[in-house]
């Protein structure tokens, strides 16, 4: 047994070991309350912990900013009707992990790949074979999967349909998108805009590529707005805190000069010539007389805007981006300046074929040459050796000072991107000469056009332009408008009516070479060109399909209302049509369809229509066309078996004769014919016409040179 006295000196131990325990729990509890309060009093006054602002992040939690997208400007033709405006369009994936279920166990996942694949098929361009091997990836186990192109830019119209089938397992996601309605629709001219990356707001944005697009970005653009305020963790917005805002200015409205009506009709002509003999470039402009407004423009190569199809060979606006040397229509403002200056004298002689200066042979076109002609003929016959005379008459000062004074070798300050001045090659006497008939100088179609104007606008020289206006969307007020702008007077009202008389010539002159751009019920200033094409290496290129053919064209002459200009770059002449034939295919369709839309009046003569039936072919078109009338003949047989309209009906000349011959019948191009026009041709070959519309023919269900016969349906839409 222990000992008392041990026992209680061993409880005095162990109260003793007991009160230092808790006296060092004590201590350590408040060196670790200190420790903790000390850090915690750190962070309050510092909000900082590694370097991590805690203010900052606990806004970001709570903060939100919304960014408020700005709608890009529409984009308007002359009527008010959009080009280019806002749309949405969607991407389209498929989820195939089969782990992916929603409600009461409803799959989210394609569950039919078979029907999947042909339903997007039908809506998609892609096949049912392709789709379903997207559907069906032999390697791992996907989320997903996208469809490349096929799956992209799909429309709101295309997105319906397919929701409408129920497919499990597709879904789509929405972007911000540009529409243009109209397809190919001066497309380099409105240029289009496509969606990039900010890589300030890791946003996407639609940005202006070319054209009216790239150049008026900013204004079509406007400005993003926000929306800032503090939101709990289950998205209600706190109170207490003042909301920052700013408001999202849309982009400005653009309104253009191009008038639709026309420009689908010269999209259309210029599609059919392009079809048949495939040139390199194919450019067409349409400007009005008097203001330099642009009515309609159209170039080849282009592309689809909705589509981007054929963007890729068609990057360049040529309108004011390409050079080339203009040919024989250079000779306009040859003849202006010669005028002008008082150096020609149109009824002198000179020999005509080969001109030699300076040891160096200006030819003609037709080398031997007419002989001796006057300068008068010289001009109608596009004769260059006269230009040649007439640069050597006025000296080299004072056509580079016209030269100078219409416009060339300068910007016209379009406020397109990429505008070129051209240049010329003017040293020596004979590189003076060459450029009196558009040989050794550089233009641009925009300063043809401008330089034009000084001819059609009797001496005052206008700027072209493309926009009417620019407008706020907000309020409809006009921010910026456009108009008629003088830059010059580089010749005299007296010359101007001059040298529209002697471009006349070329048209009606029986020796003028621009007979085919006779229009019916309208006079035509006229003058055609032909320039041999840059080899690249400082010379010209050889062969056939080595030029660049061109027209200029005022109607009517008198007292012009429209100035056309086409250019044809190596086109492969297949030997049936000459290049003047086919680029008056696109010029008197699209310029009377023009005249006849702004009232401008015709000069009417009426004579009786003579009888033609029973001769041969030949002599008809004879007869018919010393008439002045439009011959429309039917069919390769050698005898007239019937006539429209009967003989001795009175017709105003220029409108069309059709003859039915003894062969067999051929469609004929109705493209630009009136509905009067079309009905009797219908019931002269007992075709059924089948019509919608008014106005003039845009389209025809039996293609041209197919051929016809009685009993078959004729489908034409006219506009």
Sequence with gaps: MKDPSNRSEENLKARKNRKLVGISLLLIFFIVFFVLSLRLVVIAVGKNVKHVNLNERAEKLYNQTQTLKAKRGTIYDANGDPIAEDTSTYSLYAVLDKNQRGLNDKPLYVVNKAKTARVLSKYLPITQKKALKILSPKDGHPFQVEFGSAGTNISLITKKKIDAKHLAGINFVQQQARLYPNGVFSSNLIGVATSQNNKKTGMSDLVGQMGIEQAFNKQLAGTNGFRNADYDVYGYKLPGKKQKERKVKNGDNIYTTIDSRIQTLLESEMNSVQSQVHPASLNAILMDAKTG?????????????????????????????????????????TLSASIDSGHFHGNDTYESGRYSIDGKIVPDWDTAGWGYITYNKGFALSSNVAMAHLEQQMGPKTWKKYIQKFGFLKSTNSGLPNELTGKIQFNYPIEQADTAFGQGIEITPIQMMQALTAVSNNGKMMKPYFISKVTDPNTGKTVKKYGPKEIGTPIRSSTAKKVRDHMQDVVYKSYGIGQDYKIKGYRVAAKTGTAQVSNGYGGYASGDDSYLYSVAGMVPANNPRYVMYITMKQPKLTGTKTATQLMAEIFKPVIVRALQNSNTKQTVVKKQVPSVAYQTTTEAKKVLNEKNFEVVSIGNGGTVIKQSPAANTTLAERKRVFILTNGTWKMPRIIGWNKKDVAEFCQLTGLKLESTGSGYADSQSINFSQTIKKGQTLKANFE
């Design 293 to 333: 407004k642009i009515v309609a423009e159209s170039q080849r190569p282009s592309f689809n805007a909705a589509t981007l199809s054929g963007i890729g060979k068609a990057w360049t606006n040529t309108f004011t981006s390409d050079t080339f040397e203009p040919g024989s229509t250079m000779k306009i403002f």
